[in-house]
Nanobody, 116 residues
Framework: QVQLMESGGGLVQPGESLTLSCVVS????????MGWYRQAPGKQRELVAA??????TRYASFVKGRFTISKDDAKKVYLQMNSLEPEDTAIYFC???????????WGQGTQVTVSS
């Protein structure tokens, strides 16, 4: 059974930081491109950051160097978010995309709220 379990969301003030974590099970980590997406109220889900197949990373333009995606050998993916802005308020989802079968898996999401 495939599971992607996010954690680390919460309520923070503008300018503060959060680190999101995603624990992955049930899939071969090495066969999937891992990424983070977000969905704000009334908006479509959008890419935040992701790994490419060659291990490089790509970021949405709105990240502007504030976020960093990383992963470890324990099948965890992280999103370090600094200098958070109210516009970053959204539900953040962990994503796994199999680059052979094109199967895509999603976590349940974790809420990030940036407000003073």
């Amino acid at each position: 059974q495939v599971q992607l379990m996010e954690s680390g969301g919460g309520l923070v003030q503008p300018g503060e930081s959060l680190t999101l974590s995603c624990v992955v099970s049930g899939i071969m980590f090495s066969l999937h491109n891992m990424g983070w997406y977000r969905q704000a109220p009334g908006k479509q889900r959008e890419l935040v950051a992701a790994f490419n197949r060659d291990g490089t990373t790509r970021y949405a333009s709105f990240v502007k160097g504030r976020f960093t995606i990383s992963k470890d050998d324990a099948k965890k993916v992280y999103l370090q978010m600094n200098s958070l802005e109210p516009e970053d308020t959204a539900i953040y989802f962990c994503n796994a995309a199999n680059y052979i079968t094109s199967n895509v898996y999603w976590g349940q999401g974790t809420q990030v709220t940036v407000s003073s």
